[in-house]
Protein backbone atom coordinates (compact mmCIF):
# COMPACT_ATOMS: atom_id res chain seq x y z
CA UNK A 1 0.00 0.00 0.00
CA UNK A 2 1.16 3.81 -0.36
CA UNK A 3 1.78 5.28 2.78
CA UNK A 4 1.62 9.38 2.66
CA UNK A 5 4.65 11.18 2.02
CA UNK A 6 6.08 12.77 5.58
CA UNK A 7 4.71 16.74 5.96
CA UNK A 8 7.40 16.97 8.43
CA UNK A 9 10.41 15.70 9.01
CA UNK A 10 10.51 11.99 10.50
CA UNK A 11 12.67 13.09 12.97
CA UNK A 12 9.60 14.91 14.50
CA UNK A 13 7.22 12.03 14.46
CA UNK A 14 9.90 10.31 15.67
CA UNK A 15 9.60 12.87 18.72
CA UNK A 16 6.25 12.22 18.65
CA UNK A 17 6.57 8.55 19.63
CA UNK A 18 10.06 8.80 22.01
CA UNK A 19 7.00 11.14 24.10
CA UNK A 20 4.25 8.37 23.94
CA UNK A 21 7.69 6.03 25.07
CA UNK A 22 8.19 8.41 28.09
CA UNK A 23 4.94 8.27 29.64
CA UNK A 24 4.74 4.53 29.08
CA UNK A 25 8.02 4.11 30.63
CA UNK A 26 7.07 6.47 33.57
CA UNK A 27 3.67 4.12 33.81
CA UNK A 28 5.71 1.23 33.85
CA UNK A 29 7.33 2.03 37.30
CA UNK A 30 4.07 3.64 39.14
CA UNK A 31 1.88 0.68 37.77
CA UNK A 32 3.68 -1.23 39.85
CA UNK A 33 2.83 0.70 43.27
CA UNK A 34 -0.41 1.77 42.15
CA UNK A 35 -1.40 -2.31 41.62
CA UNK A 36 -1.08 -2.37 45.18
CA UNK A 37 -4.45 -0.32 45.44
CA UNK A 38 -6.50 -1.37 42.08
CA UNK A 39 -6.01 -5.12 40.44
CA UNK A 40 -4.25 -4.38 36.65
CA UNK A 41 -7.28 -5.68 34.57
CA UNK A 42 -9.27 -3.33 36.37
CA UNK A 43 -6.98 -0.80 36.18
CA UNK A 44 -6.39 -1.17 32.18
CA UNK A 45 -10.55 -1.01 32.40
CA UNK A 46 -11.09 1.91 33.66
CA UNK A 47 -8.02 3.55 31.85
CA UNK A 48 -9.71 2.84 28.56
CA UNK A 49 -13.15 3.78 29.82
CA UNK A 50 -12.13 7.07 30.58
CA UNK A 51 -10.02 7.58 27.38
CA UNK A 52 -12.75 6.53 24.86
CA UNK A 53 -15.31 9.33 26.93
CA UNK A 54 -12.30 11.89 26.62
CA UNK A 55 -12.16 10.85 23.01
CA UNK A 56 -15.87 11.50 21.97
CA UNK A 57 -16.35 14.58 24.33
CA UNK A 58 -13.76 16.28 22.69
CA UNK A 59 -13.79 14.80 19.13
CA UNK A 60 -17.31 13.27 18.72
CA UNK A 61 -18.55 15.26 15.81
CA UNK A 62 -15.50 14.82 13.97
CA UNK A 63 -15.17 10.82 14.73
CA UNK A 64 -18.82 9.98 13.32
CA UNK A 65 -18.52 12.43 10.38
CA UNK A 66 -15.00 10.94 9.24
CA UNK A 67 -15.60 7.35 10.21
CA UNK A 68 -16.01 5.25 6.96
CA UNK A 69 -18.05 1.55 6.88
CA UNK A 70 -14.73 0.27 5.23
CA UNK A 71 -12.08 1.23 7.92
CA UNK A 72 -14.02 -0.30 10.80
CA UNK A 73 -12.73 -4.23 10.20
CA UNK A 74 -8.86 -2.86 9.94
CA UNK A 75 -9.38 -0.25 12.72
CA UNK A 76 -11.09 -3.38 15.11
CA UNK A 77 -8.39 -5.60 13.89
CA UNK A 78 -5.32 -3.20 14.64
CA UNK A 79 -7.20 -2.55 18.16
CA UNK A 80 -7.42 -6.05 19.09
CA UNK A 81 -3.58 -6.32 18.28
CA UNK A 82 -3.15 -2.72 20.68
CA UNK A 83 -5.43 -4.39 23.78
CA UNK A 84 -3.73 -7.85 23.62
CA UNK A 85 0.03 -5.74 23.80
CA UNK A 86 -1.36 -3.65 26.70
CA UNK A 87 -2.85 -6.77 28.87
CA UNK A 88 0.18 -8.78 28.23
CA UNK A 89 2.34 -6.00 29.01
CA UNK A 90 0.62 -5.34 32.51
CA UNK A 91 0.56 -8.81 33.47
CA UNK A 92 3.86 -9.44 33.07
CA UNK A 93 4.49 -6.27 35.51
CA UNK A 94 2.96 -8.25 37.83
CA UNK A 95 5.49 -11.17 37.76
CA UNK A 96 8.58 -9.77 37.02
CA UNK A 97 10.69 -6.18 37.09
CA UNK A 98 9.49 -3.29 35.56
CA UNK A 99 13.31 -3.38 33.75
CA UNK A 100 12.82 -6.44 32.62
CA UNK A 101 8.74 -5.92 31.32
CA UNK A 102 10.46 -3.12 29.75
CA UNK A 103 13.03 -5.15 27.74
CA UNK A 104 10.84 -7.93 26.79
CA UNK A 105 7.71 -5.74 25.62
CA UNK A 106 10.20 -3.64 23.34
CA UNK A 107 11.31 -6.15 20.98
CA UNK A 108 8.76 -5.16 18.42
CA UNK A 109 11.86 -3.70 16.99
CA UNK A 110 13.20 -7.54 16.24
CA UNK A 111 9.73 -8.71 14.94
CA UNK A 112 8.37 -5.73 13.20
CA UNK A 113 10.89 -5.75 9.89
CA UNK A 114 10.41 -10.06 9.57
CA UNK A 115 6.57 -9.02 9.59
CA UNK A 116 6.84 -6.56 7.05
CA UNK A 117 7.93 -8.76 4.54
CA UNK A 118 5.07 -11.07 4.48
CA UNK A 119 2.29 -8.55 5.37
CA UNK A 120 3.22 -5.31 3.66
CA UNK A 121 5.13 -7.04 0.95
CA UNK A 122 8.08 -4.72 1.35
CA UNK A 123 11.63 -6.27 0.79
CA UNK A 124 13.67 -6.63 4.08
CA UNK A 125 16.18 -3.42 4.78
CA UNK A 126 19.30 -4.85 5.45
CA UNK A 127 20.64 -1.37 6.53
CA UNK A 128 17.81 -1.77 9.62
CA UNK A 129 19.89 -4.78 10.84
CA UNK A 130 22.42 -3.20 12.41
CA UNK A 131 20.63 -0.64 14.37
CA UNK A 132 18.36 -3.41 15.44
CA UNK A 133 21.25 -5.35 16.86
CA UNK A 134 22.58 -2.36 18.51
CA UNK A 135 19.46 -1.21 20.32
CA UNK A 136 18.96 -5.07 21.16
CA UNK A 137 22.49 -4.88 22.49
CA UNK A 138 21.32 -1.83 24.71
CA UNK A 139 18.31 -2.93 25.98
CA UNK A 140 20.28 -6.01 27.41
CA UNK A 141 22.86 -4.15 28.83
CA UNK A 142 20.13 -1.69 30.54
CA UNK A 143 18.47 -5.27 32.47
CA UNK A 144 22.13 -4.98 33.58
CA UNK A 145 23.53 -8.00 31.33
CA UNK A 146 22.14 -11.25 32.60
CA UNK A 147 18.65 -12.49 33.76
CA UNK A 148 18.37 -14.30 36.60
CA UNK A 149 15.19 -16.54 34.58
CA UNK A 150 12.88 -16.38 32.66
CA UNK A 151 9.67 -16.81 34.04
CA UNK A 152 5.93 -15.67 33.20
CA UNK A 153 6.34 -12.54 33.82
CA UNK A 154 9.12 -12.33 30.70
CA UNK A 155 6.54 -14.72 28.78
CA UNK A 156 3.63 -11.71 29.06
CA UNK A 157 6.09 -9.41 28.19
CA UNK A 158 7.64 -11.24 24.89
CA UNK A 159 3.91 -11.75 23.97
CA UNK A 160 3.52 -7.82 24.62
CA UNK A 161 5.80 -7.39 22.08
CA UNK A 162 4.39 -10.10 19.42
CA UNK A 163 1.21 -8.04 19.58
CA UNK A 164 3.02 -4.57 19.43
CA UNK A 165 4.65 -5.76 15.82
CA UNK A 166 1.22 -7.26 14.47
CA UNK A 167 -0.34 -3.87 15.53
CA UNK A 168 2.42 -2.01 14.18
CA UNK A 169 2.62 -3.34 10.54
CA UNK A 170 -1.00 -3.74 10.23
CA UNK A 171 -1.25 -0.25 11.13
CA UNK A 172 0.69 0.04 7.88
CA UNK A 173 -0.85 -2.12 5.94
CA UNK A 174 -4.63 -1.04 6.33
CA UNK A 175 -4.67 2.47 7.79
CA UNK A 176 -2.50 5.05 6.00
CA UNK A 177 -5.67 7.13 4.77
CA UNK A 178 -7.77 6.43 8.25
CA UNK A 179 -8.07 9.58 10.28
CA UNK A 180 -6.03 9.75 13.65
CA UNK A 181 -9.24 10.31 15.96
CA UNK A 182 -11.28 7.83 14.24
CA UNK A 183 -8.12 5.05 14.87
CA UNK A 184 -7.66 6.29 18.27
CA UNK A 185 -11.21 6.31 19.71
CA UNK A 186 -11.60 2.74 17.88
CA UNK A 187 -8.27 1.65 19.73
CA UNK A 188 -10.25 2.90 23.48
CA UNK A 189 -13.32 1.56 23.12
CA UNK A 190 -12.25 -2.12 21.77
CA UNK A 191 -9.94 -2.34 24.20
CA UNK A 192 -12.07 -1.16 26.75
CA UNK A 193 -14.40 -4.02 25.79
CA UNK A 194 -11.65 -6.69 25.94
CA UNK A 195 -9.97 -5.48 29.21
CA UNK A 196 -13.77 -5.70 30.62
CA UNK A 197 -14.11 -9.19 29.66
CA UNK A 198 -10.66 -9.78 30.96
CA UNK A 199 -11.59 -8.42 34.51
CA UNK A 200 -14.38 -9.84 34.95
CA UNK A 201 -13.14 -13.50 34.09
CA UNK A 202 -9.22 -12.96 36.02
CA UNK A 203 -10.42 -10.79 39.18
CA UNK A 204 -14.13 -10.64 39.22
CA UNK A 205 -15.66 -7.60 40.45
CA UNK A 206 -14.03 -4.96 42.45
CA UNK A 207 -15.15 -3.65 45.38
CA UNK A 208 -14.63 0.60 43.89
CA UNK A 209 -14.35 2.41 47.54
CA UNK A 210 -11.42 0.06 48.65
CA UNK A 211 -9.13 1.70 45.86
CA UNK A 212 -7.58 4.12 47.39
CA UNK A 213 -5.85 7.40 46.07
CA UNK A 214 -3.23 6.24 44.17
CA UNK A 215 -5.20 3.40 42.13
CA UNK A 216 -7.26 6.62 40.94
CA UNK A 217 -4.68 9.09 40.39
CA UNK A 218 -2.56 5.64 38.25
CA UNK A 219 -5.90 5.65 36.05
CA UNK A 220 -5.99 8.88 35.57
CA UNK A 221 -2.42 9.30 34.40
CA UNK A 222 -2.82 6.36 32.39
CA UNK A 223 -6.09 7.48 30.55
CA UNK A 224 -4.76 11.37 29.48
CA UNK A 225 -1.19 10.41 29.50
CA UNK A 226 -0.50 7.10 28.03
CA UNK A 227 -3.80 6.73 26.20
CA UNK A 228 -5.45 9.92 25.33
CA UNK A 229 -2.15 11.90 24.32
CA UNK A 230 0.41 8.57 23.40
CA UNK A 231 -2.53 7.43 21.06
CA UNK A 232 -2.43 11.23 19.54
CA UNK A 233 0.91 10.87 19.33
CA UNK A 234 1.62 7.00 18.23
CA UNK A 235 -1.17 7.51 15.41
CA UNK A 236 -0.47 10.91 13.88
CA UNK A 237 3.36 8.97 13.52
CA UNK A 238 2.54 5.72 11.99
CA UNK A 239 0.77 7.30 9.27
CA UNK A 240 4.28 8.67 8.18
CA UNK A 241 7.35 6.65 9.03
CA UNK A 242 7.77 2.83 8.41
CA UNK A 243 6.90 0.40 11.14
CA UNK A 244 10.45 -0.47 11.78
CA UNK A 245 11.75 3.00 12.66
CA UNK A 246 8.34 3.14 14.57
CA UNK A 247 9.35 0.09 16.80
CA UNK A 248 12.98 1.53 16.99
CA UNK A 249 11.82 4.23 18.67
CA UNK A 250 9.74 2.15 20.50
CA UNK A 251 13.28 0.87 22.30
CA UNK A 252 13.40 4.15 23.84
CA UNK A 253 10.80 2.81 26.65
CA UNK A 254 12.88 0.74 28.59
CA UNK A 255 15.42 3.57 28.74
CA UNK A 256 12.84 5.13 30.48
CA UNK A 257 11.18 2.22 32.50
CA UNK A 258 14.30 2.23 33.59
CA UNK A 259 15.38 5.69 34.87
CA UNK A 260 11.66 5.92 36.56
CA UNK A 261 12.45 2.49 38.03
CA UNK A 262 15.65 3.92 39.77
CA UNK A 263 13.76 7.02 41.40
CA UNK A 264 10.73 5.16 41.86
CA UNK A 265 11.12 1.28 42.66
CA UNK A 266 15.27 2.06 43.72
CA UNK A 267 15.29 -1.11 41.22
CA UNK A 268 19.23 -0.23 40.07
CA UNK A 269 20.37 2.08 36.94
CA UNK A 270 24.57 1.07 37.26
CA UNK A 271 27.25 1.79 34.95
CA UNK A 272 26.34 -1.30 32.32
CA UNK A 273 22.86 -0.25 32.43
CA UNK A 274 23.97 3.54 31.60
CA UNK A 275 26.10 2.12 28.64
CA UNK A 276 22.78 0.34 27.80
CA UNK A 277 20.60 3.78 27.52
CA UNK A 278 23.48 4.88 25.47
CA UNK A 279 23.59 1.99 22.76
CA UNK A 280 19.88 2.38 22.37
CA UNK A 281 20.04 6.31 21.46
CA UNK A 282 23.59 5.14 19.21
CA UNK A 283 20.88 2.80 17.46
CA UNK A 284 18.20 4.99 17.09
CA UNK A 285 20.01 7.69 15.52
CA UNK A 286 21.65 5.93 13.39
CA UNK A 287 18.12 4.38 12.35
CA UNK A 288 16.74 8.07 12.20
CA UNK A 289 19.54 8.84 9.82
CA UNK A 290 18.37 5.85 7.70
CA UNK A 291 14.27 6.81 7.75
CA UNK A 292 15.83 10.66 6.75
CA UNK A 293 17.22 9.45 3.72
CA UNK A 294 14.35 7.14 2.47
CA UNK A 295 12.00 9.70 3.24
CA UNK A 296 14.08 12.29 0.39
CA UNK A 297 14.28 9.55 -2.28
CA UNK A 298 11.57 10.17 -4.85
CA UNK A 299 9.32 7.09 -5.80
CA UNK A 300 10.09 5.92 -9.45
CA UNK A 301 6.23 5.42 -10.61
CA UNK A 302 4.34 7.11 -8.24
CA UNK A 303 4.85 10.40 -5.71
CA UNK A 304 3.71 8.60 -2.97
CA UNK A 305 5.78 6.46 -1.02
CA UNK A 306 5.24 2.76 -0.43
CA UNK A 307 4.78 1.88 3.41
Known amino acids: MDRLKPARSPVFYGVLLVLECLMWGISNAVSKQGFASIPPMWCLTLRYALSTALFLALFGKRFFSRVRKRDLMPCVLVSLCTAA ?31 SVPLLKEKLDLRQILPVFIVVAGMYFICGGSFSSFGRGE ?41 LAAAFLLEGMPVFSAIGPAGWWLVLYLALGCTFLAYLFQNIALMHVSPAFGALTWCTEPLFT ?7 LNERMDFTACCGAGLILAGIVFASVLELKKAKQPSSSDPMQQR
Open 85 to 115: AFMFGFLSLVYTTATNAGFFMALAVVIAPFL
Open 155 to 195: LLALLSSLSTSFMLTLSGKFLKDVDAIVLCTIQCAVCFLCC
Open 258 to 264: AVAAYFI
